[in-house]
T-cell receptor, first 109, second 113 residues
Framework: GQSLEQPSEVTAVEGAIVQINCTYQ??????LSWYQQHDGGAPTFLSY????GLEETGRFSSFLSRSDSYGYLLLQELQMKDSASYFC??????????FGAGTTVTVRA | DAGVTQSPTHLIKTRGQQVTLRCSPK?????VSWYQQALGQGPQFIFQ???????QRGNFPDRFSGHQFPNYSSELNVNALLLGDSALYLC???FGQGGYGYTFGSGTRLTVV
């Protein structure tokens, strides 16, 4: 089965940097994804790491270490619109996408 | 370019009833996955449809069933509704089973009373 752990809440001020960690236990690991979900909205795909290392997409970066079963999402230059829930998700080799419980990021002025 | 469309957006049903939720995938996508998201939780995988067949299934009872049509749209059916089935039901589409950047719809909020 799949198991993912991520912090439940993070609070930071505008302009700050936030790192959301994710540790996972999974069989047939095929990659780690990150999704953003605003209240009541559709989860939106942010990034995907299949190999170890850092992937950068604008203000957001994602990192993966397969040997440590660990990854993180880095949010830089925080803006109020970044207040949302962030989910890590593992994709297994049987095509299932399993999500963590989510991290609520609150950005304060 | 239309994204994933789900209907209805909200639904209230009584225990024991049956419900059908609908999903139209993003243009160009041929694979549809359904997820259940309880309040404050991450989405839980229900099943995935590809080439009109259920390919993978999560830990959900047989009361949950689905269908995929030749135009790739999909339905999720839930029979004998329980209070615990109250949740946001999300549909996600991708191109091929091996996609990783799923496109999600805004979901159907189901309330069972």
């Amino acid at each position: 089965g799949q198991s993912l752990e991520q912090p439940s809440e993070v609070t930071a001020v505008e302009g700050a940097i936030v790192q959301i960690n994710c540790t996972y236990q999974t069989s047939g690991f095929y990659g780690l994804s990150w999704y953003q979900q605003h209240d009541g909205g559709a989860p939106t795909f942010l990034s995907y790491n299949a190999l170890d290392g850092l992937e950068e997409t604008g203000r957001f970066s994602s990192f993966l270490s397969r040997s440590d079963s660990y990854g993180y999402l880095l949010l830089q230059e925080l803006q109020m619109k970044d207040s949302a829930s962030y989910f890590c998700a593992t994709r297994s080799n049987d095509y299932k996408l399993s999500f963590g419980a989510g991290t609520t990021v609150t950005v304060r002025a | 370019d239309a994204g994933v469309t789900q209907s209805p957006t909200h639904l209230i049903k009584t225990r024991g009833q049956q419900v059908t939720l609908r999903c139209s995938p993003k243009s160009g996508h041929d694979t549809v996955s359904w997820y259940q998201q309880a309040l404050g939780q991450g989405p839980q995988f229900i099943f995935q449809y590809y080439e009109e067949e259920e390919r993978q299934r999560g830990n959900f009872p047989d009361r949950f069933s689905g269908h995929q049509f030749p135009n790739y749209s999909s339905e999720l059916n839930v029979n004998a509704l329980l209070l615990g089935d109250s949740a946001l039901y999300l549909c996600a589409s991708s191109f091929g089973q091996g996609g990783y950047g799923y496109t999600f719809g805004s979901g159907t909020r189901l309330t069972v009373v």
